[in-house]
């Protein structure tokens, strides 16, 4: 499956923009600030209805204007399919499938995937564990709608527990009786979402590690690593040797919302003893894992939407980069970069096929297809 056109209207820095895209590799080149990852964002909203770098649609909407739409035609073996995107300000999302509009627009997730390696992946590393959770969950929630249904009706529970630990604070008295009814269905939610999230990372590992000793050269080991309080007490355990601890802090200081995953090199947390070639090689790693994962899930090859990937990475791991994603095993790739030399380097150096785009003053000019000189 892969897009081959996208048309925008008053979406972020574009008034009006129509692509037609390769099946294959396409490059968008320009300065800073040109719009060329908002092209990228255009396709995630395609494909995740919601935009990678701004959660609030209405803040998409290029400044003045009160709608913006994301139309798009795909290639699916034989056949055609549309994705339509509109925001007006003040409304409801719509989102539609061969002009027929979603109900819930969780039926269209999974059915055109896609995944962004960005700059902004570097939160993975530097953030919190809530940024991690939300990572992993999301992966997972793309193909197991009872993991998405227990994520939500674990949050709902949470919500409602930690507002009663408040109340009762506020009114000075405790009652455990009350608390104990959230804490059947938080344990319930909770056990199946952990079971999950450790299945899925189990699998995910050796997928993550054989491509970062790819891109690496075999140079250094890297790991992942799921911590939860769930490997070394049950939750029932965890609640109850809790109880006074959520009193004082009125709200639920135990579960699977504390969960975190560990990212290291040679043993050591990435975040500390990582360069940043490193870590930008084991973001990469992980998102490509994720491509591989959504891949055999979905059965369907996600567009890859790398923006600005080169930066920090060294020559070896950049044309090793390029020749894996060019390779069969990846269907669409959008890259995005400032130099125009650099993407001609690469990939004639490399003897790869590319569709080649310059933006310029908010508009996209097709300037050529190089069909590498073999
Ligand atoms: N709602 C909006 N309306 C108009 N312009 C917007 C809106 N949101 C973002 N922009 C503009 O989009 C531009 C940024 O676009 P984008 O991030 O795609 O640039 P880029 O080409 O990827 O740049 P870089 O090379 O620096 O990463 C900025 O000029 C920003 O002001």
């Known amino acids: 499956m892969s897009l081959s056109k996208l048309s925008l209207i008053n979406f972020k820095n574009y ?3 129509d692509v037609s895209l390769s099946p294959d590799i396409n490059c968008f080149i320009g300065p800073n600030g040109a719009g060329k990852t908002n092209i990228l964002d255009a396709i995630y909203y395609l494909s995740m ?21 994301i139309q798009s035609i795909w290639n699916k073996d034989e056949d055609q399919e549309s994705v339509y995107c509109g925001v007006k300000k003040g409304q409801k999302k719509v989102f539609k499938k061969n002009k027929v ?3 819930k627009l969780a039926d269209h997730i999974g059915l055109f995937p896609a995944v ?12 919190g564990s809530e940024v991690r959770r939300k990572w992993m969950d999301g992966i997972i929630a793309q193909f197991d709608r009872d993991f998405l249904q227990d994520l939500m009706k674990y949050g709902k529970v949470l919500s409602q527990r930690n507002a009663l630990l408040k109340n009762m604070s506020s009114y000075g008295f405790f009652d455990q009786e009350s608390i104990s009814v959230w804490d059947e269905q938080l344990i319930a939610c909770g056990k199946n979402i952990h079971k999950v999230r450790k299945r899925v990372v189990e699998e995910f590992i050796p997928i993550f590690q054989k491509y970062y000793q790819w891109l690496s050269d075999n140079k250094e080991e890297v790991s992942l690593e799921y911590r939860s309080q769930l490997f070394d007490q049950s939750f029932e355990e965890l609640l109850e040797g809790a109880k006074r601890n959520d009193q004082r802090k009125q709200y639920t200081t135990v579960g699977t919302h504390k969960d975190d ?10 975040k500390k003893f990582g360069s940043q070639g490193q870590q930008k090689s084991y973001l990469i790693a992980l998102r490509l894992a994720q491509y591989e994962w959504l891949l055999s899930r979905l059965n369907r090859k996600p567009v890859l939407l790398l923006d600005d990937i080169f930066d920090k990475l060294d020559n070896g791991r950049v044309e090793r980069l390029m020749q894996m994603v060019s390779d069969q095993d990846f269907g669409q790739v959008l890259i995005t970069d400032t130099d125009k030399q650099r993407i001609a380097t690469i990939f004639e150096n490399n003897q790869i096929e590319y569709k080649a785009f310059h933006i310029e003053e908010n508009s996209i000019v097709e300037t050529e297809t190089k069909i590498a000189s073999v």
Do not use: W
């Open 261 to 270: 995953f560990g990212f290291t090199i040679k043993g050591h947390p990435i």
């Open 101 to 103: 509009t979603y109900e």
């Open 49 to 69: 209805c919601k935009s990678y770098l701004n959660p609030v649609d209405s803040q998409n909407i290029l400044f003045g204007e009160s709608f913006f739409v």
């Open 15 to 17: 008034k009006q923009a």
């Open 116 to 127: 962004m390696i960005s700059p902004y992946d570097r939160n993975l590393i530097l953030e």
